[in-house]
């Protein structure tokens, strides 16, 4: 913690067994006499050091809403963080040996995070209302207060007519919905507008299909199925129980105030230059189209799409992209990991034992966390809870980098309302164990994933975690590309393997890997190297060689998809020697020069074959001079064919322009037509 900021620290009214001196010798820094009741009694000491030019680290998290109003009263110019040490430690029965863990969150909560790019989006309120019964027209009703609202109606029974027509009504059954908050699209099947004359039952219009319309804003009480998939993500678009009263009025109470200019975080970032989608129709990498719950990622030929509208952030498109082309910036890698870098070595330095990293998203999972401390026993003394916008968004980088760095284990606790989203996150744990098993460091799983709703047992697993001694910490950068990093997190855990295997074999559609090729299938045609998006595989000009780096090799599939001999084939695997740094050969032929220049043009192999196959036996190549074509290079062979009294090239002779001359030769019948044509 540096010396331009102040810590506030309070015990919340003695609840927690905060230590002064503890504290001061963990962070390094006097913190200063301990509050009782910061937000109460004592809340002048906040106001005191908000008027300060320091930087403020506030211990509480719960009353951060009055903190921020009395600050703003005072027109404090103060940066003020707040950190949940209550929850997270001073409320468990081990809160007495916390001090190592409450340090490490204190000196933590100093380090700021690059913030994501922002996207502007328009609302201009235009909500529309799909539904049946008298619930929809009561929440139409409700919403037409803030909004502009329209009632389209999936059933027109059990339906009363309000007496005003402030509400446009219409019947019809959507059939497609596309776009995002602000820009959403509509298409409608048997759409007709209530006629004005309506008495009794319910009288439309005449019906019409694919009857179109945008809206800003969708609240789907419909009942049926949503109209988007993981539509949980999608900002402006509602999909609720008709007949869950509290679910509706949550949803108009969020719906009503979503109006006028915002501004959401674009998450991710695309480099198309390095993607491994695919390459000339011929289809590599589908790892993100298949992962996105949200259904923004769309294919796009060679490159994908993703709209940064309709994402909404759980980046498990960044946790399995195999070459980096997709980054996750909220926050990015780079942040994230040097976080948990301090967090371990803040951590070790105040005395804490045996860190386990508790990865759990802002929402559920904090909810969760609350729960096990108000109670139950609350978190065990090294379970470090560290909260990210969405669990899903830890890739094997990520997670293989906490062991890496000092950490025991690494628990991620995933959102059970979002179970069905959890293939990405499983397969990088995977992964990730595979790898350390693999290096004989994995005597349990050091890395597993919580997917529960009872907090009685998310806490019994907590607490009855096996005891693994962490790895020694190797602090590293996190500058570079995802594979540059990885790289140095595997060059770091194979130094503390007492095997040191040269390789070790993964799971299958793993991004790190060799490449085999049938040597009697391969005919050099080198298709397969202008496939590859990292330039794994290359050729050397003017040579018949294929080589391959296999540090480079993402799997993507795209060389064994072009190849059209199917000569390739992939192995799954992470190389620790030297030479999967540099180019090797994968298969080479004896090159065969051209018997009229003697530059080298083919492969040996294929000449010889071609000729077999063709000399003497084809009507182009049916005599000696003929088949002497197929082992000339290219130029040698149209040249050959220009001198040969066959030229499949020549035409016929071009007449010679006439001149004055010629027409005076021509009246005195000295000349005849055959005289024009040029004499070759």
């Not at 999909?239 to 915002?262: A, C, Q, W, Y």
């Not at 669990?391 to 991620?412: D, P, R």
Request: glycine share 6%.
């Amino acid at each position: 913690m540096g010396e331009k900021t102040r810590c506030l620290v309070c015990n919340c009214e003695k609840t927690m067994p905060l230590d002064e001196k503890k504290l001061s010798k963990a962070l390094g820094t006097d913190i200063g006499q301990i509050n009782i009741s910061l937000c109460r009694a004592q809340l002048s000491n906040f106001e005191k050091a908000a008027q300060t030019d320091q930087d403020l680290i506030v211990a509480c998290t719960q009353e951060a809403p009055l903190f921020h109003e009395v600050a703003e009263e005072l027109g404090s110019n103060s940066n003020i963080t707040f950190v949940n040490i209550r929850e997270a430690a001073g409320w468990s029965k081990e809160a007495h040996k916390a001090s190592p863990k409450i340090a490490a969150l204190l000196n933590n909560a100093a380090h700021q995070n690059a913030p994501a790019r922002l996207k502007s989006i328009q609302s201009d309120g235009m909500c529309l209302i799909y539904g049946s019964g008298e619930p929809a027209l009561e929440a139409a009703k409700l919403l037409s207060e803030k909004l502009s609202v329209t009632l389209l109606l999936s059933d027109a029974e059990d339906f009363i007519l309000p007496t005003t027509g402030e509400i446009p009504i219409y019947r019809g059954d959507i059939t497609k919905a596309e776009g995002s908050f602000g820009k959403f699209s509509i298409a409608v099947d048997n759409y007709a507008p209530l006629r004005p004359a309506s008495r009794g039952s319910l009288d439309f219009a005449v019906a019409r299909n694919n009857a179109t319309s945008k809206c800003s804003l969708i609240l789907d009480m419909s009942g049926g199925t949503a109209l988007f998939t993981g539509h949980q993500h999608r900002d402006g678009y509602q999909h609720v129980d008709p007949n869950d009263p509290t679910s509706v009025l949550r949803s108009i109470i969020k719906l009503s105030e979503m109006v006028g200019e915002f501004e959401k975080p674009i998450y991710i970032d695309y480099n198309a230059d390095i993607c491994a989608h695919s390459r000339s129709k011929k289809q590599g990498c589908n790892k993100c189209l298949d992962v996105c719950p949200a259904g923004a990622i769309l294919d796009a030929g060679d490159i994908v799409e993703i709209d940064s509208g309709i994402c909404g952030g759980c980046g498990s498109c960044h946790s399995v992209c195999p070459t980096g082309a997709i980054n996750y910036q909220y926050p990015q890698r780079n942040d994230t990991l040097e976080r948990l870098q301090n967090l371990l070595s803040s951590y070790a330095k105040a005395g804490g034992k045996n860190p386990v990293f508790l990865m759990h998203d802002e929402t559920s999972g904090s909810e969760m966390i609350s729960a096990i401390a108000r109670y139950g026993e609350g978190l065990p003394a090294n379970i470090i809870p560290y909260a990210l916008h969405a669990t899903t968004s830890l890739g094997h980088v990520e997670m293989t980098g906490m062991i890496a760095s000092g950490a025991s284990q690494v628990i991620c606790l995933a959102n059970p309302e979002r179970r069905d989203e959890l293939s990405g996150l499983e397969t990088e744990v995977e992964l990730s164990n595979s790898i350390l098993n693999g290096l004989g460091l994995n005597d349990e799983n050091r890395i597993q994933v919580i997917c529960e709703t009872n907090p009685d047992k998310v806490e019994a697993t907590l607490w009855t975690l096996p005891d693994i001694k962490p790895l020694k910490s190797e602090i590293f950068q996190t500058i570079g590309s995802k594979r540059d990093i990885a790289r140095i997190i595997f060059s770091n855990l194979h130094q503390q393997s007492k095997q040191k295997p040269d390789f070790i074999a993964l799971p299958q559609n793993a991004p790190y890997g060799r490449l085999d090729i049938d040597k009697e299938a391969c005919t050099l045609c080198m298709a397969c190297t202008s496939a590859c998006p990292t330039s794994a595989i290359t050729d050397m000009p003017g040579e018949p060689k294929l080589r391959f780096t296999q540090s480079a090799c993402v799997q993507c599939g795209l060389c064994v998809n072009t190849c059209p001999e199917k000569a390739l084939s992939l192995v799954p695997q992470l190389s620790f020697t030297a030479s999967a740094m540099q180019p090797e050969t994968l298969y080479e032929e004896e090159p065969f020069e051209c018997i009229s220049c003697g530059t080298p043009f083919a492969t040996k192999s294929t000449i010889e074959r071609i000729s077999e196959q063709l000399a003497g036996k084809h009507s182009m190549y049916e005599n000696e001079e003929r088949s002497s074509l197929i082992k000339m290079c290219d130029n040698c062979r149209v040249e050959a064919q220009a001198n040969s009294s066959n030229d499949p090239f020549s035409a016929s002779p071009r007449p010679r322009p006439r001149t004055t001359q010629d027409y005076i030769s021509a009246e005195k019948g000295e000349l005849t037509a055959k005289d024009f044509l040029i004499d070759d």
